[in-house]
């Protein structure tokens, strides 16, 4: 649940490919772990408006990018196998994607609340 008036952070545990989600009220002190995971890249966390949904194997580095103060796109790191299995010439490799987020209709269906 989005907690407006509060600072928030997201740290990723690349070790156990999940997220999670803090909060603070200042932005310095006193920072909460919030329940439940920020995402969590063993589910099938992507899921696009049309129906596709996409698995990475990693997600990290997550950013989040902002207009006229609404998200509008968070962009992540993602691999789609280990690292370790990641060879030259192969179909894997890392690469940053960008995926859309309509957060001026979450803030609007939020206040509704």
């Not at 989005?2 to 999940?18: A, C, F, P, S």
């Not at 200042?26 to 919030?34: A, F, H, M, Q, V």
């Not at 890249?41 to 950013?63: C, D, M, Q």
């Amino acid at each position: 649940m989005v907690q407006w008036g509060k600072y928030h952070w997201i740290t990723n545990e690349w070790n156990i490919r999940k997220a999670f989600h803090f909060t603070s009220q200042d932005g310095i002190t006193n920072w909460k772990l919030e329940p439940d995971y920020a995402y969590d890249s063993s589910a099938n966390f992507i899921r696009y408006t049309n129906g596709t949904v996409n698995h990475w194997r990693k997600l990290e580095r997550p950013k989040v990018y902002m207009e006229k103060g609404h998200v509008v796109a968070m962009t992540f790191a993602a691999i789609n196998v280990e690292k370790e299995n990641d060879h030259a010439n192969d179909k894997n490799g890392s690469k940053v994607i960008v995926l859309p987020f309509d957060g001026a209709k979450l803030d609007k269906d939020l206040s509704r609340r």
